[in-house]
Nanobody
Framework: DVQVVESGGGLVQAGGSLRLSCVASGDTFDDYAIGWFRQAPGKEQEGISCISSADNIPWYADSVKGRFTISSDNAKDNAKKMVYLQMSSLNPEDTAVYYC????????????????WGQGTQVAVSS
């Protein structure tokens, strides 16, 4: 089974920055896609960024483009994968629980469905 754990959330003032981490383990990460999603209270889940082994080209939703940066480690240990989300110029609309989704065995750059999820990490941005 794949285990997914997010960390790095917290409370930050508007204009501040946070770096979220996602560690996925428990399988072989040769072909993978890892996406960041968020869900604010009363709103639907929103896909905000993803990266995959298919092309290693990051994708961003318009709502975060230019402010958030996704990256992955280049470790040779393919039994674990770390993905980061650097978030800058945060505003109160970024307040949400942030989740990491993992899909293995895929050659899609940014799939719409993911198999494994973490528990999420809370991000709160004060005005």
């Amino acid at each position: 089974d794949v285990q997914v754990v997010e960390s790095g959330g917290g409370l930050v003032q508007a204009g501040g920055s946070l770096r979220l981490s996602c560690v996925a383990s428990g399988d072989t990460f040769d072909d993978y896609a890892i996406g960041w999603f968020r869900q604010a209270p009363g709103k639907e889940q929103e896909g905000i960024s993803c990266i995959s082994s298919a092309d290693n080209i990051p994708w961003y939703a318009d709502s975060v483009k230019g402010r958030f940066t996704i990256s992955s480690d280049n470790a040779k240990d393919n039994a674990k994968k770390m993905v980061y989300l650097q978030m800058s110029s945060l505003n109160p609309e970024d307040t949400a629980v942030y989740y990491c989704g993992v899909l293995l065995g895929t050659d899609y750059a940014c799939p719409t469905l993911y198999d494994d999820w973490g528990q999420g990490t809370q991000v709160a941005v004060s005005s």
